[in-house]
């Protein structure tokens, strides 16, 4: 079973970065696609980018195109999502997730089988 942890969240002002890691541990999860997903009070978790096992594909929200990157480095099991030119409804609880062993990048949380416990991104304008 894979255990994920999630770390570098923060309070960062409008227009500034921040770059969030999530580390794996137990099972691997080098086969498995990988996905950040983010949630407000009251809203539903979202979708936010997702990338392949290889690391060759990416997606990602239309809300953060161009300003998100994720990224995964297999051999150290993290998955990292480098956050710029924050905005304010940027502000949520980010989660990492594993998701199933194919090439294909779900954004439906419902094929995402496990998850970690989310980092806090607050920005302030």
């Known amino acids: 079973q894979v255990q994920l942890v999630e770390s570098g969240g923060g309070l960062v002002q409008a227009g500034g970065s921040l770059r969030l890691s999530c580390a794996a541990s137990?099972?691997?999860?080098?086969?498995?696609?990988m996905g950040w997903f983010r949630q407000t009070p009251g809203k539903e978790r979202e979708f936010v980018a997702g990338i392949t096992r290889s690391g060759a594909r990416t997606y990602y929200a239309d809300s953060v195109k161009g300003r998100f990157t994720i990224s995964r480095d297999n051999s150290n099991t993290t998955v990292n999502l480098q956050i710029n030119r924050l905005e304010p409804a940027d502000t949520a609880v980010y989660y990492c997730?594993?998701?199933?062993?194919?090439?294909?990048?779900?954004?439906?949380?419902?094929?995402?089988?496990?998850w970690g416990q989310g980092t806090q991104v607050t920005v302030s304008s």
């Open positions: 997730a594993v998701g199933p062993r194919t090439t294909i990048i779900y954004t439906s949380r419902e094929r995402y089988i496990a």
């Open positions: 137990g099972r691997s999860f080098r086969e498995n696609t």
